[in-house]
């Protein structure tokens, strides 16, 4: 089957900023993210978990998949939202089906 | 004597117990755990319920000035208290003038569920109060932040703060559920409260057991994990600062003539830290401060004084003063 | 005059009030949600609730041929209704063949909230209805996808439509739980229902104001979403489409000598467009159909009208019919 | 005759056709489902009840020496019965030696919802029973996995013991809520009674109903996956074991002197077997063993077993033994 | 520790179709994978979330760690599923081990 | 905007192992890891889904971005835990912002 190469993106970011990044994501024209459920983990800040939380707390997984030419585009736009923040930023090379898409 | 009787009878409720037991459970590293979509619901009922009260009672008793005082005086109550609470953490503790001023944020904005069980015990004892004290609740969420962030403004550290989170604050979610609720209330009135009073009013209580069994978890696990994190500065702050809250709340309560009821929720509010939506804006706004400060001095310190000794002492000075 | 004061007081009930809540607070942009596991609790208990109500009903009234001649008219009703819906959809709109059968087969089913705030308001009126009516409801879901994939098939467009997919319709957790709860209510009647009254009935309001609340967020927020995505042509078919279902629902009530609230029930059935079955059914068997268009419409055009205008309208329609 | 119309009252309740609803549900594959975060909110909302009610009919009748005994008496049994239970796997059935040894600490420890369910019977029929049998079951928990455990070490297999798992299996969080509530029952007594009656007595039948639909539900899916996995042997042993400690269970309460309730009580706790903090367990210190075995005949055959036959005859025998 | 190579297959799919693809799977011989949930997105369809939704919405991420050999098989299988369907197919090369079990 | 190589670790494993994966990798000085829920999946041992369940049961996945020259130790205390019990483990190479985190 024909495949593309892509870039996948993976950002994990704290819940409050959610909205902040996707509409800078929206803005620098990347079209596609999903957005993934956290349940907990551990980092320079500590632990933390979500269970039995109220507030929009934790943090979200924002997973995008684009063309690789516009891998920069991309992270600039999410380096200017999280770049004070607490947040993981990774990226993979990947394959696509249905290159069209990205 | 009679003192210890009282104290004794006030933490001997089911809330109270509720709390405790969530509080050892997670101390002692129980998997005891409320699913966060249960707590999260549980918090849109208490909401919904209290709100709905507070409007039900404010069509049957009418509406006069004092609405509007009410709600300038938790207005400025919440514009204020930061300005104190920084001032006392810069002199009690090592916090940098950062740290202290989200902490501040959090001391000049209001705790609801410590007010909703403020309301519950004033109900268990029969004591009325203004059906509008949960509008001024509502209207002390925000106007701390303001506070803190001009704090950390004039020392230079330059906060986040844009239209888009002003926006984010004044409409989050509890205070447009308590606003709305407290307006579906005041519209449908009893006639409202009569469909729904089964849901809102019977198992109140009950659900306030869980709520606080979820919240004894989640200050339990917070306090494991910021253990020897706090000086004893800070945890003298916690209990202080509240204190000091209730004592201008008690002075608003008076300045604007309100019930003994009214003066006793009054001082909750004022005594009260919020640990939902001012964390949520301090993350946006003031991405360096310490989360693990604010939440454990808020959730693990000052709730837990407020429930078991701050409103029980609140209530009986509000009656001592009001009613003497 | 009269009629403007109904109006008014219908509106007036914390149930159309917290839809309204829900809809501002999701237009306004405040992040107030309800988290998915709660709204499907209390889509489940509705659920619950409704069906076994119905049963208990039918088992202290008993049954007669019209439980099956009733059912039947339900599921012609489901069947002819996307026709009339399609047939003027092309007429009134430039949507596409698929999307207009698409849209059609929302029509011809049904909506269960819809259908529960109508017991709901008769109730409060004191007027009764024939329990098995939650059974038609049931019967009325999944005929109008059959109609809507022959329209599409016709037109070439090949649905995507097995054995599998007739399994899902047929079998989807909302019939299994109301017609289950429904046999459960027939086969236990008074007995049954006295031991689980007070979970059924007395908080049956209070969770249908929060469920409303969370249809508004949830319309709301398609609302915000779909933003100028419909013309006029689709917006006046969202309005009109439910007094065309509704009338013909009376016409089968008629023919059927339902009372007067079965009647008001049966218009409501037919009048109300499917947002939960339906969608998850044209995901599978039309995925080239636009959701936007689909859910808008039935959502966020027809559900509310229902809610406010709809079911007072219906009910006075059936009264002034059938009681004079 | 007179017991089959006492068969089958007990099974035309709302809860067992509940249960029969999920189970139908799921082998016939529909999508009901019930979220998790919903089915564990009806399990804290179960044990803060059961726990709670059990406290304050304890404070309401006093303690005496039997409090103990009972508790005694419990742990003996959940030693005792995993060695009973994995003589007969061993001879009944193919399982391995570590199957049966998982399988014997299922059916040592409880089942908390059949125990619920056993008092919502008694209740039904207004028979007594103490209120420290929620103790007991609390303490029947953990003891039968050491058994099991001593099993396998002996087999030589190796099971991966340790501090860490003693902790949880004994501060897991439904002993802890359970025996937290009996507590905090125990304390307020009739006055926390009174505050969170309607939320905790009114409503529990009912939750208990959509309880026993998620049962059914998880029951048939695992049914679904594990059939023909389990040979006769297995499914015989699933029946016959709860009747051996069901014997066990009246040997107990007659030595101890138990009430005919309290003695239907014990007979149910020794008949039913752990299929939520069992399982837990045995991943951890026997990862080898086949959960599709032990949960299938614990919730998919015991479990159903005890509800619609084991418990109403366990009634039944206490009824004749201790009455007569 | 001893590595095999393997593929990592991500594939964001709608929600009421998510059993339709683990059969797929099934039947082409993948015997493992794993579901995730998904809070919300955006595409070219548009933006969407399951906060408050009570229909089978929204999309779930299904993961699948395969030997490498066996991908095209994988692909032709998840692909005859979402071909006509809104969905994201992913590919990135990954390491796994203890490859007996894949 | 400069990227640093990395390994992404993804763990998938029974809940009731996940405290003490997560203790061991902190111990093994794995400072950071992030928990994200898992619906349900199928493997050697069957099918499974969460919907409906009380304890504490079926899957997580733990997700480690880490310095690649600590790869060993990561996996050594992983398989340490994993080992007899049910569980995939995943690398693969990825680039991260921010390498100072690591
Ligand atoms: N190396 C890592 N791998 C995976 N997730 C991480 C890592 N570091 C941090 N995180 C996630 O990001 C959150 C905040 O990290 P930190 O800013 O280091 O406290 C943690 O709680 C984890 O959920
Ligand atoms: N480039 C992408 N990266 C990640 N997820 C995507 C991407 N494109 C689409 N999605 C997901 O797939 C869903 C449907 O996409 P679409 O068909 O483009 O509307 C979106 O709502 C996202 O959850
Ligand atoms: N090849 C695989 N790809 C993705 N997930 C898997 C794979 N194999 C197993 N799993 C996950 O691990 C669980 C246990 O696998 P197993 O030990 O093979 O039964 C499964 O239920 C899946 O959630
Ligand atoms: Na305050
Ligand atoms: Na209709
Ligand atoms: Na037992």
New binding site residues.
Partial sequence: MQMHPAKRVEIIIEAPMEARLTEALTEAGVT???ILPVLGGSGRSGQWSREGQVGRSGMVSV????KPERLDTLLDAAFAVVQRHIGVVTVTDAQVLRAE?? | MDFFALAAQNLMTPMILCFALGLAAALARSDLTVPEAMAKAMSLYLLFAIGFKGGVSVASHGLDASLGLSLLAGVILSFALPFIAYALLRAMTQLSALDAAAVSAHYGSISIVTFVTATTVLAGRGIEAEGYMVAVAAAMEAPAIVSALWLVARSGAGPRMDARLWHEILLNGSIVLLVGSFLIGALTGDGGMTRIESFIVSPFQGVLCLFLLDMGLVAGRGMRGAEGNLGFGALAFGVLMPMIGAAFGLGAALILGLSAGGAALMMTLAASASYIAVPAAMRVALPEANPSVYLTLSLGVTFPFNLVIGIPTYVAIALAVIKG
């Fill in positions: 596609g993210f999903t997973v995008c998949i684009i898409r990205f």
